[in-house]
């Protein structure tokens, strides 16, 4: 008697599996499945039910999220050694910072595709894609700090991008509001400056380094615009004035206050108002 085989997980119950991934490179790979197993659905109707359930999913027992290795060690961001980019010891600690961020990132991503329930089948193309960039940025990271000696893990690095996602992780609009179009949006400001940086290095190395982020500005201001498209979708949806709200969102989640040089070329492609850039300037 032929035997039915088991139903294929869900999406964000695959996305949830590989936010649990301690391995770095396991989980960047299946981020890149995710994206691809999406990519090759039909239609929105497939899509809807590769997405199901619409409902609440429970984190799995006796895992933590999200799932690390046991390096790096986590320290507050005073303590994370800073040194100059001069010297090849100097850029490898530069460079495993970011590539510590990338990490982080692919977390961010997958965590917003199981966590919320409910929302537009392109909530999820989107969140599943920005997994499948980060998870690019972060291969391209990995692979040029190995080329310097140093592996992902062998300095400390700290953890503020993912205590914000658990600041927020009962609010979907406050995610949007205070991950993507906050905190990610910082390295809308600081690439060029760390460019600029590197460039004044000249090494091989450190131009190799300009040329990965220069990808990862390219894509991160992609990223940011989706931030921007959902979290004044969600205000839209709950009848709240964007900008009113999120100064609420900042004070209540004790948002980091953010500071010039901003990127502003790069913050209005991203999608923020003018509105929203004179609220920054004048902050």
């Known amino acids: 008697m032929p035997t039915t085989a088991p139903p294929q997980p869900t999406l964000r119950e695959q996305a949830l599996t590989a936010l649990c991934l301690s391995d770095p490179v396991a989980k960047a790979g299946a981020a890149h499945a995710l994206w691809s197993r999406w990519s090759k659905l039909p ?22 999220l999200p799932g690390r290795p046991a390096s790096p060690a986590l320290v507050p961001p005073m ?14 600690a530069l460079l495993h910072a970011i590539t510590h961020i ?7 991503a997958l965590d917003a595709v199981w966590r919320f329930h409910g929302m537009p089948p392109g909530f999820y193309s989107d969140w599943l894609r920005v997994a499948d960039e980060e998870a690019t940025h972060f291969g391209l990271l990995l692979d040029h700090l190995r080329s310097l000696g140093l592996d992902y893990g062998d300095v400390p690095a700290h953890d503020g991008l993912w205590e914000m996602c658990v600041k927020t992780q009962h609010d979907i609009t406050a ?21 600029a940086r590197l460039r004044k290095v000249g090494t091989p190395a ?4 300009v040329e990965i982020l220069d990808v990862i500005l390219r894509d991160e201001i992609g990223h940011v615009a989706i931030g921007n498209r959902w979290y004044g979708w969600l205000c839209e949806q709950q009848g709240l004035e964007p900008v009113a709200h999120y100064r609420v969102l900042a004070r209540t989640h004790s948002a980091p ?3 010039p040089p901003f990127h502003l ?14 609220d920054l300037l004048g902050a």
Not at 102 to 108: D, M, S, T
Not at 184 to 193: F, K, N
């Open 175 to 195: 995610r949007m509001a205070l991950v993507p179009r906050t905190l990610e949006a910082r390295g809308l400001d600081a690439t060029p400056l760390i460019q």
């Open 102 to 108: 990338e990490f982080n990132a692919i977390n961010l």
């Open 43 to 64: 239609d929105d109707a497939a899509r809807c039910h590769a997405i199901a359930p619409e409902t609440p999913l429970s984190p799995l027992k006796g895992v933590a």
């Open 257 to 259: 206050r953010l500071k």
């Open 206 to 209: 450190a131009l190799r380094a």
């Open 79 to 92: 303590s994370v050694p800073h040194r100059s980019p001069f010297t090849t010891e100097g850029l490898a």
């Open 265 to 278: 070329d790069a913050r209005r492609s991203a999608g923020f108002t003018e509105q929203e850039i004179d």
